[in-house]
């Protein structure tokens, strides 16, 4: 893997999370290459390209001014990719190196498959460690024999596969196609990317953990990709959005020789498009879910749909049921990581709960090794 694969990370004005990052690559000891895309501040890149001069790491610092879009910057900054597998980081998050080196051997021995990824789980941090929340991305493999088939098993269970392993022409394409989208809605910017990515060909969930999500339990950003919060927000803007993004999708369906008009109309796959996100927008629209939103301003006086805060009770803890020690941290302290009852449960019933199917396959070995690995990130 040391000269087939490129770790692509982004960040934006977070040095300190930038350099944590690297602690934890370091202590992983990865030999593959690394390019840190940076579109800060001036401060905040002076001091990465500072971190990355001392890192014994084998990595590459690309500066952008902050004023650039980040499409324009992914898009550069692949280009400098050279190895046949890449996959792109945030810097807020933490690579399970393991589930990324399965990923590019998955990719190596199934030429017909554009990315794989593994099971993405939800952190959040605190002064006394990390806690491990709950499985965050899950769902099964999308493989099919046609593009639009694909893109049926996908909207059935969306979940984004920005951050999977690719091939690295694959990855350069796809965010080539997304530079080109003309609205700045961020729900269609990630249906358009992954759609795309399906239409090339087959995206596998392998069953190893990949990676650790961190947890902002930010209200306003589920509102961007939501498509029930979009609709309460602007139902005419949100039609017009998706009007701009079926129209691009349709071009890139037939001009990259997806889908042969001759076999299939534009107007036969625009219907069936439209029937598949209909779908979409089904999944989302649980009544429950609705219930609960309503509840949130109608039991506090004051409180509007769109307040930039969350909501008064609002928490994301559940009860630990096991803690693993790690060297390093705070002050000389250990440094906890906690796995909480969800991600136990699944490992060792060997099935997930009722409610995902039993899609879920991690082991405690797979745990076990998972905080080996993190324990680089207790170190600050």
Wanted: charged share 25%; proline share 4%; glycine share 4%.
């Amino acid at each position: 893997m040391k000269n087939s694969y490129t770790m692509v990370i982004l960040t934006f004005n977070r040095p300190l999370l930038v350099r944590r990052l690297l602690d934890c690559l370091v202590s992983s000891n990865v030999m593959f290459r690394i390019l840190l895309l940076d579109h800060g501040d001036e401060q905040s890149r002076d001091h990465n390209r500072r971190l990355v001069e001392q890192s014994a790491l084998n990595m590459e610092h690309v500066s952008y001014s902050d004023d650039v879009d980040l499409r324009e910057v992914l898009c550069d900054g692949l280009q400098r990719v050279d190895t046949e597998y890449a996959s792109i980081f945030p810097d807020d998050d933490i690579p399970n190196i393991p589930g990324v080196e399965a990923s590019v051997r998955y990719l190596a021995s199934h030429p017909d498959y554009v990315a794989a990824q593994g099971y993405i789980l939800g952190f959040t941090e605190d002064d006394s460690g990390i806690s491990l929340h709950s499985v965050q991305d899950f769902v099964p493999s999308f493989i099919a024999d046609d593009s639009l088939s694909r893109l049926l098993q996908l909207s059935r269970r969306f979940q984004p596969i920005f951050y999977a392993v690719y091939r690295a022409d694959a990855l350069k394409w796809s965010h080539s196609r997304l530079a080109r989208l003309e609205i700045p809605n961020i729900m269609f910017q990630e249906l358009y990317h992954a759609s795309i990515v399906v239409f090339r060909g087959n995206v596998a969930r392998i069953p190893e953990i990949f990676m650790l999500r961190r947890i902002t339990g930010s209200h306003v950003d589920r509102r961007h990709i939501h498509p029930v919060h979009q609709m309460i927000e602007s139902p005419v803007k949100l039609a017009d959005d998706y009007i701009c993004y079926r129209s691009q999708l349709l071009d890139t369906l037939y001009d990259d020789g997806f889908c042969d008009e001759s076999a299939m109309g534009r107007n036969e796959a625009g219907r069936i498009i439209d029937l598949i996100h209909a779908l979409y927008v089904e999944r989302h629209f649980d009544g429950s879910f609705v219930e609960s939103e309503l509840h949130k301003i109608l039991m506090e006086p004051g409180r509007s749909y769109f307040d930039n805060t969350p909501p008064e009770n609002h928490n994301l803890e559940t009860d630990p049921i096991m803690f693993m020690e790690i060297g390093g941290g705070h002050d000389n302290n250990a440094f906890r990581i906690s796995i909480h009852n969800t991600i136990l449960d699944i490992a060792r019933t060997e099935s997930s709960p009722a409610s995902l199917n039993g899609e879920i396959r991690l082991t405690e070995p797979q745990i076990t090794e998972l905080v080996s690995h993190v324990r680089g990130y207790g170190t600050r």
